[in-house]
């Protein structure tokens, strides 16, 4: 069973920067591509930040030049780097992991921006 751990969310001020992890429970590299996803109640839930297995990347227009996402193999680890946060950043963060067979959802983390 794939299993995707989040952490790193928290309550930070505008302007300020946090790191999100995701742990996968097996090989990244056995995924097509690992996304970064937000929802916030009552709202669609947006596309964040993309890795390919390639290595491509892909953001939102809403984070651009602010979000980072890159990985580390060899601990099966993903990251959202998020630097100068605004409250609209406020949402549950989730990572996901796809392979030919599915979408793996992880169980969020919740990032709060103060204004």
């Known amino acids: 069973q794939v299993q995707l751990a989040e952490s790193g969310g928290g309550l930070v001020q505008a302007g300020g920067s946090l790191r999100l992890s995701c742990v996968a429970s097996?090989?990244?590299?056995?995924?097509?591509?690992m996304d970064w996803y937000r929802r916030v109640p009552g709202k669609q839930r947006e596309l964040v930040a993309t890795?390919?297995?390639?290595?491509?990347?892909n953001y939102a227009d809403s984070v651009k030049g602010r979000f980072t996402v890159s990985r580390d193999n060899a601990k099966n680890t993903v990251f959202l780097q998020m630097n100068s946060l605004k409250p609209e950043d406020t949402a549950d963060y989730y990572c996901?992991?796809?392979?030919?067979?599915?979408?793996?959802w992880g169980q969020g983390t919740q990032v709060t921006v103060s204004s």
């Open positions: 890795i390919t297995s390639g290595g491509t990347t």
């Open positions: 097996r090989s990244i590299f056995s995924y097509n591509a």
């Open positions: 996901t992991a796809t392979d030919a067979y599915a979408r793996y």
